[in-house]
C-alpha cells in the first residue's frame, strides 16, 4: 500500500466526526476504491455517524474494508453485521466516558485531582497587582518581570478587584475620590 494513501488522525478519537484524516481520506476515495480500517470504532464511535459514514462511502461508490472483511451495504447479514458493530463501539465509548467520570470523582474526593496549579503564589500575585496599580509599569512589563502571559496578569487584576469591591460597599465613611497616576499610553501591537 502506498504510504500517501494511509491517513491517520493522531490524538483524536472515533467519537469526533470533524477528523482532518477521516475528511482527507473521505476526500481521496474515487469510485470503485476501497477504504480500509482496522476496526469500526477507528472509524466511528456512534451509530448515526456509522451509518452516515457507510451511506456516504456506498453513494460514492466506494467499498469498505472492515478488518480484513469488506462490507456490503446490499446484504442484509453484512448490514446486520455492520450496525451490531457500530452499536459495540458506541458502547465501548459510553464505558470509557462513564469510567473517566467514574475515575475523576473517586480521584477528586481522595485529593489527587486539584486542577491546574497556579502560576503565581499568593504573595507574588498581590506583588503584582501593587505593582500595576502603582502605574509604573505596563501590563506587558509586569507580565514578562513574572514571567507570564499577560492574561494571568488581568485574571490577577480581576480577583483583586472582586476582592476589594466587597470591602468598599460596606465602608459608611465618606467617600474619597484618589487621583490615579498617569499611566503610559498602551500600543495595540501584540495583543
Known amino acids: 500500500m502506498n504510504p500517501e494513501r494511509i491517513y491517520v488522525d493522531h490524538g483524536l478519537t472515533g467519537t469526533n466526526r470533524d477528523r482532518p484524516g477521516l475528511r482527507e481520506a473521505m476526500a481521496a476515495c474515487r469510485s470503485g476504491d476501497t477504504l480500509v480500517v482496522t476496526k469500526l470504532d477507528r472509524l466511528a464511535r ?3 455517524d456509522a451509518r452516515a459514514i457507510g451511506e456516504e462511502l456506498t453513494t460514492a461508490g466506494v467499498r469498505l474494508s472492515l478488518g480484513g472483511s469488506v462490507y456490503d451495504p446490499n446484504d442484509a447479514i453484512g448490514r446486520l ?3 451490531v458493530l457500530a452499536m459495540v463501539a458506541e458502547f465501548e465509548a459510553d464505558l470509557i466516558r462513564m469510567r473517566t467520570v467514574e475515575g475523576m470523582r473517586v480521584a477528586k474526593a481522595k485529593g489527587h485531582l486539584r486542577g491546574k496549579l497556579p502560576k503565581l503564589s499568593v504573595r507574588q500575585e498581590a506583588h503584582l497587582v ?3 496599580e502603582s502605574g509604573r509599569y505596563s501590563t ?15 485574571r490577577a487584576q480581576q480577583r483583586a478587584r472582586v476582592k476589594a469591591a466587597p470591602l468598599a460597599k460596606v465602608s459608611s465613611g465618606p467617600t474619597v475620590a484618589a487621583a490615579t497616576p498617569d499611566r503610559r499610553p498602551r500600543h495595540a501591537i501584540g495583543r
Open 46 to 48: 456512534s451509530v448515526p
Open 81 to 83: 453485521l455492520f450496525n
Open 130 to 132: 501593587e505593582l500595576l
Open 140 to 154: 506587558g512589563e509586569v507580565a514578562e518581570l513574572f514571567g507570564v502571559a499577560r492574561s494571568t496578569v488581568y
